[in-house]
């Protein structure tokens, strides 16, 4: 079948994949019910930024239509999710 992959993963809109269990993958993912919007979140400590891989990850969900963001506590969390 054309359609058929040899591999999962995140399919990007250039037709590359990002691996399943690859660098950068959120600590957190779920899907937001009614909607179905998927938002990964990145957890870091009071101070840390995501890594490099990080970033690319959170940038290619948000691109995708996806809700990914980085959250240092369970109320900056609460906050960035829409329910």
Do not use: W, Y
Not at 5 to 32: E, F, M, Q, T
Not at 39 to 68: C, H, K, M, S, Y
């Amino acid at each position: 079948m054309s359609f058929a992959r040899p591999h999962a993963g995140i399919v990007k809109r250039d037709g590359s994949c990002n691996p399943p269990h690859a660098r950068g993958i959120s600590g957190i993912i779920g899907c937001l019910p009614k909607t179905g919007r998927f938002p990964p979140i990145e957890v870091e400590r009071p101070g840390n930024r995501p890594t490099f891989e990080q970033q690319q990850f959170i940038e290619t969900i948000n691109e995708a239509g996806g809700l990914a963001f980085v959250a240092h506590s369970v109320e900056e969390e609460e906050k960035s999710i829409p329910l």
